[in-house]
């Protein structure tokens, strides 16, 4: 599942799964707004009457200001909510002595 952050031009921040990418548009499903509180991060359901029949939204590139990858512990609580609900370890080096 291919996870990003996109930041809308309206100011929401929102992560979504990539279904599919063109050069005008991309096609999201299960996205969720990023809500800053202040010890943490809350999410609230995007485009909350989407049919669930069909699910995925198309969101013209003009309508995005940024892409980014998701850093690890945000995506492990995505994962929590529309993910396989398997939570993997964040990656650690092995050091020799």
């Known amino acids: 599942m291919d996870v ?5 031009v ?3 921040e929102v992560i979504a799964e990539v ?3 063109n050069a005008s548009t991309v096609t999201v499903r299960n996205g969720l707004v990023v809500i800053p509180q202040p ?3 809350g999410f609230a359901p ?10 995925e939204l198309e ?3 003009t309508h995005i ?3 980014g990858e998701v850093e690890h512990s945000i995506r492990e609580k995505y994962d929590s909510i529309y993910g396989s609900k398997l939570v993997t370890p964040e ?6 002595q």
């Not at 995007?46 to 699910?55: G, H, M, N």
């Not at 990656?91 to 020799?96: A, D, F, G, H």
């Open 4 to 8: 990003k952050l996109f930041r809308i």
């Open 10 to 12: 309206t100011g929401e």
């Open 19 to 21: 279904v599919e990418e």
């Open 39 to 41: 010890q943490n991060i």
């Open 46 to 55: 995007w485009a909350t009457v989407v049919s669930r029949e069909k699910p």
């Open 59 to 61: 969101v013209s590139r």
């Open 65 to 67: 200001v940024y892409v």
């Open 91 to 96: 990656p650690k080096s092995l050091i020799l």
